[in-house]
């Protein structure tokens, strides 16, 4: 019997042809073109999964943090964070010519696509890959596709969910055995283009 459970990063090759960037931010609301960024991490992967590079900082977004509950950040955290106009350059420089891998993709991709617009400049991220619709098309037996379900299935232990860089971290580890199984089962992984509105969910993909 194949055993689909992909290894731990170290022991895999991610599919070439892309720069693997693991994005997560926390944010003060759900709608990018009216809440902010609260703290963004990012971690861009080498071919063997491990982490070539990390950038992660909180943000003083200058408005109300929003849900304190969910993310923990709260006025006084984020007193004295930089705004995100002044970490644009480097968060620029860690996601040039990358591919993001985010859960829930379009989510982080909105927001950051947003501040970097205010902050005068262009987001340089031209493809995406969500995990939430990797999972999806694996077809995994759980009850949902939350980062703390999928955590557990893979075994991934989460230090402290909602933080940016601990779900980058837990991401990472998901998205290598995902697109273990997948290499696996030859599916495609669902990596689509920024400025397409093309779905990310087929109606029904082939397994081999």
Known sequence: ????????????????????????????????????????????????????????????????????????????????????????????????????????????????DAEFRRAGRTLPVQQRLCTLALSRRLDLDLPNYRLSTLAEHWQIQQLQAHDAYDDARVLTEIFLRSAGMAQTLQLPLPVVNCRSSKSVYPASVTRV
């Open 1 to 112: 019997m194949i055993d689909l459970r992909a290894p731990a990063s170290g022991t895999v090759t991610l599919p070439r042809g892309h720069r693997w960037v693991v994005v997560d931010v926390e944010t003060s609301g759900v709608r990018a073109n009216a809440h902010r960024v609260l703290s963004v991490a990012a971690l861009a992967l080498r071919e063997d999964g491990s982490v070539e590079r990390e950038f992660s900082s909180l943000v003083d977004p200058g408005c109300d943090p929003g849900p304190v509950h969910i993310h923990n950040l709260t006025r006084e955290r984020l007193a004295g964070a930089p705004r995100f106009e002044d970490i644009a350059s480097e968060l620029a420089d860690i996601l040039a010519g990358g591919t993001v891998v985010a859960h829930n993709a379009s989510f982080d991709y909105g927001f950051l």
